[in-house]
């Protein structure tokens, strides 16, 4: 390593990064949906059209479910809809031939929340960050 250095990545890097290893990953573990990575993203607006909740997941490669982000407005929290949205994108996952979703939370977001819908931790992270766990749930569909 005589004239190699560490750079900040641009965009097209970032991105060369994530294809390479994706090809790395097909080459190892065929994929078994297409296309490899489908979006499933769903908001639930108030009257005036403003997003007052919304779910980002993602079904990849395998037919696995990731849930990034859950998220219900404070002022909103307690009526159902994070509820909603998770049945939706369950839903989905299954039309999808899913066989399983994993997401992560930290203790002082939904872990209880999560659990009460049938997800299961099989991980934690604690001091993450410092004097909180973060917590990793799946949830089996078949």
């Known amino acids: 390593m005589n004239s190699e250095k560490i750079t900040v990545s ?7 990064v994530d294809d390479m ?20 993203n769903r908001v639930i607006k ?16 395998w037919n696995c479910m990731a849930i990034d982000v859950l ?23 299954v039309e999808h031939g899913c066989g399983l979703i ?9 872990k209880d929340f999560y659990l009460k819908n049938g997800y299961v931790v099989f ?3 604690e001091d993450c960050p410092t004097g909180h766990t973060r917590y990793y749930l799946k949830k089996n569909l078949g």
């Open 10 to 16: 641009t965009l097209e890097e970032y991105d060369f």
């Open 21 to 40: 290893i994706i090809e790395y990953n097909h080459e190892q573990v065929p994929f078994t949906q297409d296309p490899p990575f489908i979006h499933v």
């Open 46 to 61: 108030n009257e005036d059209g403003e997003v007052i909740a919304g779910i980002n997941s993602i079904i990849y490669c």
């Open 71 to 93: 998220w219900v407005e404070e002022k909103h929290r307690k009526k159902g809809y994070g509820e909603k949205l998770l049945h939706e994108v369950e839903k989905i996952a």
């Open 102 to 110: 994993q997401l992560d939370t930290f203790d002082f977001q939904s």
């Open 123 to 125: 991980g934690a992270l």
